[in-house]
C-alpha cells in the first residue's frame, strides 16, 4: 500500500453512484410494492451497501482501512431504472472515493441477484465518482492572486562555519516547490541571536510573504532562534504551533523538546522550526498547504480596505 503516514487526518467525503437498467415496466413496480420474491429490493440491498463500505479494504488490495464514521444510500428510482447514490464520510488521512463506489457496485449487484428471477435484461451501469471532498486537493484549489517570494534561513553554527552539509533547509525548499512556491531566497547563519532578529527584519523590510528559519529550536545554550523571533514578532499564531508539535508528538516523542515557533510580522509569516532534517520535513508536512490559506485571507483582508 502506498505509505501516507506523512499525511494529516481531514473530513473527507465522497458521493458514488451505480445504475440499475431494467428491461420490464413491471420490475420497477414489483420494487416498489416490495412484491420480488426474494424480499424487499431496496432495503436488502441497502444493508449489503453498508457491509460493502466497511469491508472495502478486505477486497481492493491497495485500500487502507480506515474508519467509516457515515454511510448513506439513496435511491432515485425511475421508469425503467434505479440510480443508487452511496455517500460516506471519514476523518482520515486518505479518501473513501473506493469506498463510496465499491459499496455502490454491491448495493447494484445485490438488486441484479434479487431481480434476475423476474428480469433477464437487468444491467448495471455508470459506477462512478460523483462528487470528493477533503484532503490537499481542496486547499489548493483556489489560487493566490500573487506569487509567493520565500526566504530559507539556515540557523547553524557548525554549518555557517563550512563544519557541515546543511539538508533541512534543501528539504524544506523542495516540499515547498510541490505547494506552487518557487521564488526562493537562501542563506545559512549562526545561531546568533541579533543576526536571527536583523535577518527576520530585513526579509520583511524586503517584502518577503514568508520566511522560514531551520534550527536552533531545541533546548542547548546555543539554541536561541525561538528567543530571537519571539522580541519581534508582532502576532504569534499558536495554531501553527502546536500542528507543528502535535503531528511530530505522533511519530517520535522528542517532538515535545522542540521550541517551534510561528508569526506575523506586518504580512510576512514567519516560522522557525527544527533544524534536523526529518523535524524540518514533518514541519512543512503538518501545516502545508492549510497555511497558506493565510495569505488568502491577507490578501482578502487588502483588498477590502
Known amino acids: 500500500m502506498v505509505d501516507i503516514t506523512h499525511k494529516n487526518s481531514t473530513l473527507r467525503k465522497a458521493i458514488a453512484q451505480a445504475i440499475v437498467q431494467v ?6 413496480q414489483a420494487i416498489k410494492n416490495r412484491t420480488v420474491p426474494k424480499g424487499d429490493v431496496l432495503e436488502c440491498a441497502r444493508v449489503a451497501g453498508l457491509f460493502a463500505a466497511k469491508r472495502t479494504a478486505d477486497m481492493i488490495p491497495d485500500c487502507h482501512p480506515l474508519p467509516v464514521e457515515f454511510t448513506s444510500v439513496s435511491y432515485e428510482v425511475g421508469e425503467m431504472e434505479v440510480k443508487i447514490l452511496v455517500e460516506i464520510h471519514t476523518i482520515y488521512k486518505t479518501g473513501v472515493e473506493v469506498e463510496a463506489m465499491h459499496a455502490a457496485s454491491v448495493v447494484a449487484l445485490t438488486m441484479y441477484d434479487m431481480l434476475k428471477p423476474i428480469d433477464k435484461g437487468v444491467m448495471i451501469e455508470q459506477i462512478k465518482l460523483v462528487e470528493k471532498k477533503g484532503g490537499k486537493s481542496d486547499l489548493n484549489k483556489k489560487p493566490l492572486g500573487k506569487d509567493l517570494k520565500a526566504k530559507i534561513v539556515v540557523c547553524s553554527d557548525s554549518i ?3 563544519k557541515g552539509e546543511d539538508k533541512a533547509g534543501l528539504a524544506i525548499q523542495s516540499k515547498l516547490e510541490k505547494h ?12 546568533e541571536f541579533a543576526l536571527i532578529q536583523k535577518t527576520a527584519m530585513e526579509a520583511v523590510a524586503e517584502k518577503f510573504d514568508l520566511v522560514i528559519f531551520t534550527g536552533g529550536t531545541g533546548l542547548s545554550p546555543r539554541d536561541v ?14 495554531g501553527i504551533e502546536e500542528a507543528i508539535r502535535n503531528y511530530g508528538q505522533q511519530r517520535t516523542p522528542f517532538a515535545m523538546l522542540s521550541r517551534s515557533i510561528v508569526g506575523l510580522i506586518g ?13 524540518a520535513e514533518e514541519s512543512i508536512d503538518a501545516v502545508f498547504p492549510a497555511v497558506l490559506h493565510l495569505f488568502k485571507v491577507m490578501e482578502g483582508a487588502s483588498f477590502r480596505h
Do not use: C, N
Open 180 to 191: 506552487g512556491i518557487l521564488g526562493f531566497d537562501y542563506v545559512i547563519i549562526p545561531d
Open 160 to 162: 555557517s562555519a563550512g
Open 267 to 279: 504580512e510576512t509569516l514567519i516560522m522557525g522550526v527544527p533544524g534536523s532534517t526529518k523535524g
Open 225 to 238: 532562534t525561538p528567543d530571537a523571533l519571539e522580541g519581534i514578532i508582532e502576532r504569534r499564531i499558536p
Open 23 to 28: 428491461s420490464l415496466p413491471e420490475t420497477i
